[in-house]
């Protein structure tokens, strides 16, 4: 009789404590996010591992084609291009010059160098072999992992600016969150008046940066950079430019809309920065110890590209 | 069984890595969602511990391919085979003009299942703009999913119990 009672309620059962587990699963995911770390664990890394070398794989076709039609593409134009990029080159040279000899009547440049030093750490190139499988995330799937120095907690970007920030790692892949998810959020500035607020994803293309009201300058057109502060990111790195302000002066909190200063629509290739935040090295700590600079630096040249630095008069 | 549900999983594991791919150059939205299509050609095919087991087991796998919290995947896949299973006693989901409808309900649900659990930023024009084209896209790629499984279940071993044994009948039902 017992064994008929549980014939009868093992579906049940079984029902309860799947939504149970999936329930607790979502509510300590949850809870590692709004402290700003997550950790994959065995699993996840294992799915990472096995899913990035086939994922490369089939996306590697459509690639081909796409890449060689750019290409082509680019060759027509190339020439028109070169004669522009020429002129722009010497444009920018001669406003350089200008700069330089500004910041050094100011006093300022000892502080811009101290912070490029500040933001100069090694990084590590990586190729996007995939993308989030849910129409609801943004994330992406690169080809470096652990091996190559990479951990859970480093910000990931590309020469325009901010794209994420690494969440899993195994040992060859990981998996970076994008800037747009609706899950992102980090400390920025606005680089001309200084007003500080926080850029938030939007979970579709755009970026969303909600300041304070009092004494808040924010103008459209006008450069969001990460601020260094919540520890994540470095400070000066580019997130988005201002394209719409929201103010109602009714509320406490003004929002401005962000175009992002990445093109995620394009993600190919990413630099991840093999550093990380004090906060998040806490969160991590028991992930295994960051490379030194100078061991990350060593192995290939790759590894020493600058970050995209913040304009001068910042 | 146990090799039902390999197939199963097997089969939206390799959709999990094409659209994982593909979402690359294909608009968002306009993918279908592998692991929910599963869930429902389980629901139409595995009945009671194995099918529910299975379902989890197949979000379970999509929420680690993905951003979302984990169990997020898991919990709606696993409501998908029970709303199949449920709607499989009244209609006969078998024949495409129900199946198709069906699904595109399913993708609905689905979306205030993602939203009530925090995946989906806010219901507006944007979350309709993903919402529609990855509810069409999943009514579009049902009936395949569907036969791939029913093809791949054929060459699965004729000795289980469930091979070419299930008929949903409607009104009657399957337990």
């Known amino acids: 009789m017992l064994r008929a009672l549980f014939e009868r309620l093992r579906v049940p059962l079984l029902l309860a404590l799947l939504v149970g587990l999936a329930l607790l699963a979502i509510a300590s995911d949850r809870r590692a996010l709004a402290r700003g770390a997550r950790d994959a664990g065995w699993l996840g890394g294992f799915f990472l591992e096995v899913a990035a070398p086939i994922q490369k794989a089939l996306s590697a076709p459509v690639d081909g084609v796409r890449n060689t039609w750019g290409n082509y593409v680019a060759l027509l134009d190339v020439r028109d291009q070169n004669a522009r990029l020429r002129e722009r080159v010497a444009q920018l040279q001669e406003e350089n010059l200008q700069f330089r000899e500004a910041l050094v009547e100011s006093g300022r440049l000892r502080t811009i160098a101290e912070m490029r030093s500040e933001i100069e750490v090694p990084m590590r190139p990586a190729q996007v072999v995939g993308t989030d499988v849910s129409p609801w995330f943004h994330s992406v799937l690169i080809d470096r992992g652990r091996s190559d120095g990479v951990r859970a907690g480093m910000p990931v970007l590309t020469e325009t600016g901010v794209v994420g920030i690494a969440t899993a790692t195994s040992r060859n892949a990981g998996r970076v969150l994008l800037l747009v998810d609706a899950q992102s959020s980090i400390d920025g500035i606005v680089q001309r008046s200084r007003a500080r607020g926080i850029v938030k994803g939007t979970g579709g293309d755009g970026l969303e940066f909600e300041f304070f009201v009092r004494g808040d300058d924010v103008q459209v057109g006008d450069l969001v950079i990460t601020s260094g502060f919540g520890g994540a990111y470095p400070k000066g790195l580019r997130v988005g430019e201002v394209i719409e302000v929201q103010a109602d002066p009714s509320a406490f909190i003004h929002r401005a809309v962000l175009k992002p200063a990445v093109d995620f629509g394009r993600l190919e290739q990413v630099f991840v920065l093999l550093w990380r935040g004090p906060t998040l090295e806490l969160l991590y700590e028991g992930e295994g110890d960051l490379p030194d600079r100078e061991e990350a630096a060593a192995p290939a040249p790759e590894t020493a590209a600058p970050a995209p630095a913040p304009r001068p008069g910042s | ?175």
Not at chain 2, 128 to 134: E, G, K, N, Q, S
């Open chain 2, 1 to 175: 069984m146990r090799r039902i549900a390999l197939v199963a999983w097997g089969l939206a594991l390799a959709g999990l890595w094409i659209v994982g791919s593909a979402a690359a150059w294909v608009p968002r939205g306009w993918l279908p969602d592998p692991s929910l299509l599963v869930a429902v050609a389980l629901g139409l095919r595995v009945p009671g511990a194995p099918g529910l087991l299975t379902a989890w087991a197949v979000g379970w796998t999509a929420d680690l391919l993905s951003a979302g919290p984990l169990g997020q995947h898991a919990l709606l896949d696993m409501s998908a085979w029970l709303l199949t299973r449920a709607a499989a006693r009244r209609v006969d989901l078998a024949r495409s003009v129900v199946l198709v409808p069906f699904v595109v309900g399913l993708s609905a649900a689905h979306v205030v299942g993602e939203w009530l659990l925090g995946g989906v930023p806010e219901p507006g024009r944007a979350a309709l703009a993903v919402a529609i084209p990855h509810a069409t896209a999943n009514a579009a790629a049902a009936l395949a999913v569907r036969r791939l499984f029913d093809a791949l279940l054929g060459h699965v071993d004729s000795d289980d119990p469930l091979h070419g044994a299930l008929r949903i009948d409607p009104g009657t039902g399957v337990r």
